[in-house]
T-cell receptor, first 115, second 116 residues
Framework: AQKVTQAQTEISVVEKEDVTLDCVYE???????LFWYKQPPSGELVFLIR??????QNEISGRYSWNFQKSTSSFNFTITASQVVDSAVYFC????????????FGTGTSLTVIP | KAGVTQTPRYLIKTRGQQVTLSCSPI?????VSWYQQTPGQGLQFLFE???????NKGNFPGRFSGRQFSNSRSEMNVSTLELGDSALYLC???????????????FGPGTRLTVL
């Protein structure tokens, strides 16, 4: 079974619209870490955020916000007032604390922001 | 602070050859992980090294191997190349290994390997 599921393969929005990227994870560990990465067309993955399992407080950074809900095992990412520069593939990832052997990446969501 | 560097950036090889890719982590980072990225399979974990020791390995054949040096630089080797090995190979470094604090991974630009 997939440890990280990003059900949305591709999303297109018009500039200035808000968009939410979904991420559902699966783990039996009580300590774990969740991440979001952005991969622009240039190819290099850019680290966006890291959350640990003990901190369910939502976070906002500029136009980016993250909603972490342990009850639904979700860690969703919202971009407000999207811009063309937000066009990229976004990956959600999980690292388990107890076994902690590797990062598990979702299959990514390709976001296209249309001007 | 310099980011993760990978060399070479592009590589073209033929089937049966072998290849060595290099990764220099961010200064002070001791953990290096390698990933293979292909359109069909997405990001797949190859292996992780910490303090010159391989911590774990993904589900790849023995043709894929790696090592880490005392300065934390890492190399990945693929022997007897197959067409299906064509991919973007990404290296990521972190201060500490996955599974604990300070484990956010910072990625290099990747090495684009084409096998003909």
């Amino acid at each position: 079974a997939q440890k990280v599921t990003q059900a949305q393969t591709e999303i297109s929005v018009v500039e200035k619209e808000d968009v939410t990227l979904d991420c559902v994870y699966e783990t039996r560990d009580t300590t774990y870490y969740l991440f979001w990465y952005k991969q622009p067309p240039s190819g290099e993955l850019v680290f966006l955020i890291r959350r640990n399992s003990f901190d369910e407080q939502n976070e906002i950074s500029g136009r980016y916000s993250w909603n972490f809900q342990k009850s639904t095992s979700s860690f969703n990412f919202t971009i407000t007032a999207s811009q063309v520069v937000d066009s990229a593939v976004y990956f959600c990832a999980l690292s388990e604390g107890a076994t902690g052997n590797q990062f598990y990446f979702g299959t990514g969501t390709s976001l296209t922001v249309i001007p | 602070k310099a980011g993760v560097t990978q060399t070479p950036r592009y590589l073209i090889k033929t089937r049966g050859q072998q290849v060595t890719l290099s990764c220099s982590p961010i200064s002070g980072h001791r953990s290096v992980s390698w990933y293979q990225q292909t359109p069909g399979q997405g990001l797949q974990f190859l292996f992780e090294y910490f303090s010159e020791t391989q911590r774990n390995k993904g589900n790849f054949p023995g043709r894929f191997s790696g090592r880490q040096f005392s300065n934390s630089r890492s190399e990945m080797n693929v022997s007897t190349l197959e067409l299906g090995d064509s991919a973007l190979y990404l290296c990521a470094s972190s201060l500490l290994p996955s599974g604990g604090p300070y484990n956010e991974q910072f990625f290099g630009p990747g090495t684009r390997l084409t096998v003909l």
